[in-house]
C-alpha cells in the first residue's frame, strides 16, 4: 500500500473544507446529511468544526457490492433521515468517483423539500465523472486509484486507518 495522504494532510484538508463551508452558511442553521459507511470519519471530524445551529443526520447508499470494485446497483436507504423540510441540507460523502451516487442520493433528498442542497466530498477522483455536475465543496483532488482508510473501504476492512492509502495490483483480491 502506499499513503496518498497522511494524518496532517488529513487535518488540513478537512479544516480548509470546514473554513469554507462556514464562509457559505455563516450562522445559518445547517442539516449535515452523511452517506454511510464511507463518511463516518469525515463527518465525525467535519462537524467538530463547525459552529452554526447544527443537526446531523446519516443515510445508506451502496453502490459496491462486498468483494467487488466495481459498480453496482445503487441502493439508498433514508430511514435513519431526520426531517428536512425547509432545511438548508448539507450531503456528505467520502469520495465523488462516477458522481453517480451523489446524483441519485440529491435527487432523492430534493423530492424531500429542503430549501437547498449542497455537497462537499473529502476526494474527487480526477477523470472518473459521468454526471454533469460536480461537489460543492472538495478536500483533495486525488488520482484515478482504489484507495481506503479514514473511512474508506476495501471488502468492509481498512475503513479505521487513520491515513489514505492507494491499494496495489497486489493488494486487490483476484477474483
Ligand atoms: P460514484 O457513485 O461517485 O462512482 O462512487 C462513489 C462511491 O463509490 C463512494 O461513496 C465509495 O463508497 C465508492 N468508491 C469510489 N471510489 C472508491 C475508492 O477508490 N475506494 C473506496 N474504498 N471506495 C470507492
Ligand atoms: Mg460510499
Known amino acids: 500500500m502506499e499513503t496518498l495522504l497522511d494524518e496532517k494532510q488529513l487535518r488540513d484538508g478537512v479544516r480548509r473544507m470546514a473554513r469554507d463551508i462556514t464562509d457559505h452558511y455563516q450562522d445559518r442553521p445547517l442539516t449535515i446529511i452523511g452517506i454511510l459507511t464511507g463518511s463516518v470519519v469525515l463527518l465525525a ?13 446519516v443515510l445508506q447508499a451502496r453502490s459496491y457490492h462486498g468483494a467487488t470494485t466495481t459498480r453496482g446497483e445503487l441502493v439508498i436507504n433514508d430511514e435513519l433521515m431526520p426531517d428536512i423540510q425547509n432545511r438548508e441540507v ?6 465523488f468517483d462516477t458522481g453517480y451516487t451523489l446524483r441519485e442520493v440529491i435527487s432523492r433528498i430534493k ?10 466530498v473529502l476526494l474527487h477522483k480526477e477523470d472518473r465523472c459521468e454526471v454533469e ?7 483533495f483532488h486525488i488520482p484515478d486509484k482504489f484507495v481506503v482508510g479514514y473511512g474508506l473501504d476495501y471488502e468492509d476492512e481498512y475503513r479505521n486507518l487513520p491515513y489514505l492509502a492507494a491499494l496495489e495490483e497486489a493488494d486487490l483480491k483476484t477474483q
Do not use: H
Open 133 to 139: 455536475m460536480a461537489p460543492d465543496f472538495v478536500g
Open 45 to 57: 471530524d467535519m462537524i467538530r468544526l463547525l459552529e452554526m445551529p447544527l443537526r446531523v443526520g
Open 111 to 120: 423530492k424531500l423539500n429542503p430549501s437547498s442542497v449542497l455537497s462537499a
Open 90 to 95: 448539507l450531503l456528505v460523502d467520502d469520495i
